[in-house]
């Protein structure tokens, strides 16, 4: 069973920053497209960032140019930088992976293992 395990999340004011990580000891994150997401409640979950098995990258447009997504592989973990923290970043974050890359990035049902979350609070 692959499991997924981030952490990283904390509570921070506006206009600072948070590095998330996600590790795991089951897959090789390197062969996978690797993702995070957020959610709310009462909202879907939303893709933040991915980076695939060529070590291309993707963004959402609310975070393009604050967060920056990388992979460790010496570590096998995916690293998610954020910087410039806004209120609206506030939420739970979700690693998620998948070996066969399909699909548009940010539609969760096309990744195949997810983490627990980490929680991200940014108050104002």
């Known amino acids: 069973q692959v499991q997924l395990v981030e952490s990283g999340g904390d509570s921070v004011q506006s206009g600072g920053s948070l590095r998330l990580s996600c590790t795991t000891s089951?897959?090789?994150?390197?062969?996978?497209?690797v993702a995070w997401f957020r959610q709310v409640p009462g909202r879907e979950r939303e893709g933040v960032s991915c980076?695939?098995?060529?070590?291309?990258?993707y963004y959402g447009d609310s975070v393009k140019g604050r967060f920056n997504m990388f992979l460790d592989h010496e570590k096998n973990t995916a690293y998610l930088q954020m910087t410039t923290l806004k209120p609206e970043d506030t939420g739970i974050y979700y690693c998620?992976?998948?070996?066969?890359?399909?699909?548009?990035?940010?539609?969760?049902?096309?990744?195949?293992?997810w983490g627990q979350g980490t929680r991200v609070a940014v108050s104002s």
């Open positions: 980076i695939d098995s060529t070590a291309k990258t």
């Open positions: 089951t897959i090789t994150l390197e062969y996978y497209a």
């Open positions: 998620a992976a998948v070996g066969e890359f399909g699909r548009n990035w940010a539609d969760s049902e096309a990744y195949d293992f």
